[in-house]
């Protein structure tokens, strides 16, 4: 999906010939292909799939030509892969939240942890709560990112990290937020 495209309610058809037309786009099997290629191998188009699944009701033009965008994009991607190498066996945490807030002013949250150079979970989902300030929607991205650390800390990763590797680094982007954490 182009950065500039901005996707919205907005796009959507209003007129019953137009509605009629988009009815035959195979639209939701597009969605759910690549959202199944985003939960096994493609992490990076994650932000992607959440933007354009908000339109599985009513979609337009725009949000049809989004999704053949992603298409693309993993096309060209296709002789790429996760790699895991290495012995460090550190678990590295990065979460983020969307700047610009969508439509209804929710913020969108992601995280991406990563084991030697391979990314073991990620996460791209809209904040449940309207934010007043981009520092509370860094606070709850990181906070996600935080439980799910704990969650493959006690889980998954006890059996691939020995006890004395387990300490975990989370990175932010957002200094306000980094100061109240």
């Excluded at 699944?53 to 049809?64: C, P």
């Excluded at 996600?144 to 969650?151: F, N």
């Amino acid at each position: 999906m182009k950065p500039q495209n901005r996707l919205s309610t907005a796009q959507s058809p209003s007129i019953t010939s137009e509605i009629a037309a988009m009815c035959d786009v195979p639209y939701r099997e597009a969605v759910g292909t690549v959202q199944w290629t985003s939960l096994t191998t493609h992490p990076d188009i994650s932000f992607d799939i959440s933007t354009v699944a908000r339109f599985l009701m009513n979609l337009g033009v725009m949000h049809w030509e989004a999704i053949k965008c992603i298409f693309q994009y993993l096309k060209g991607m296709h002789d790429l892969w996760l790699t895991y190498g290495g012995m460090e066996r550190k678990l590295v945490g990065y979460a983020d939240a969307d700047g610009s807030m969508a439509e209804d002013r929710k913020a969108v949250s992601g995280y991406a942890f990563i084991i030697d150079g391979g990314a073991m979970s990620w996460s791209s989902k809209k904040q449940e709560i309207v934010s007043l300030s981009m520092t509370v929607s860094e606070c709850v991205a990181a906070m996600h990112a935080t439980k799910e650390a704990l969650w493959l800390l006690c889980s998954l990763i006890s059996e691939i990290l020995s006890p004395a590797t387990t300490l975990t680094i989370l990175f932010s982007d957002n200094q306000s937020a980094i100061a109240l954490i």
